[in-house]
């Protein structure tokens, strides 16, 4: 059961802060297919982490 906390708050904080890393990608510009595919695994990356975190306990109010 604690792995699955784990995992879960794992998730939920990943899905909260994986936009920052966006930034620079969008600035440097999407001008190639290995930054497309930079994009695009970012863009999997975070709905898998939404997925995952999406029943983490420590993000509701008490």
Do not use: E, K, N
């Amino acid at each position: 059961m604690r792995l699955h906390h784990s995992v879960t708050a794992a998730g939920f904080w990943i899905g909260t802060l994986l936009p920052v890393v966006y930034l620079p990608v969008i600035l440097a510009g999407i001008d190639s297919i290995s930054r497309l595919s930079l994009f695009v695994g970012l863009l999997a990356l975070h709905a898998l982490a939404l997925v995952v975190g999406h029943d983490y306990s420590g993000s509701r109010a008490r």
